[in-house]
């Protein structure tokens, strides 16, 4: 099974596949949209010739049961409300970027991960 890899950040959306050694990447911002950043990733991932069968993408925000709970603060609207899996039509599976980025460089043994971003509540 082949996984791309989508991390959603507030300067760039980076992507890596299963099989690839170097990341692609372009540009994102204020305007970034989920709609152009799907369209931006489907261009890319085709211009690179990379296969993939699932998708998991780090949120830049909270995350739950694979949905944004809020729209990010640095990017444009519609992430809330979107639905990846009919757009990239692949099973997509969504975590918080940080969370991502912490398992991602899991190595064996224990870990303590701490995320504590600007919308960190401790009462909620």
């Keep these: 099974m ?34 152009r950043m799907v369209a931006d990733v489907k261009k890319t991932v085709k211009a690179a010739g990379w296969k993939h069968d699932v998708i ?12 944004p709970m809020a729209e990010p603060h640095n990017l444009g609207k519609g992430w809330v409300k979107f639905d990846f899996r009919k757009a990239f039509g692949h ?3 969504i975590i918080n970027d940080a969370a991502m980025q912490a398992f991602g460089s899991y190595d064996g043994g224990r870990m303590l991960f701490l995320g504590l971003g600007p919308d960190w509540d401790p009462l909620s």
């Design 56 to 67: 998991s993408m780090g949120y830049p925000g909270p995350v739950l049961h694979d949905r």
């Design 91 to 93: 099973p997509i599976k």
């Design 2 to 35: 082949k996984v791309l890899v989508i991390d959603v950040g507030g300067s760039n959306i980076k992507l890596l596949a299963t099989g690839q050694k170097e990341k692609l990447q372009f540009p994102s911002g204020p305007r970034m949209t989920a709609r």
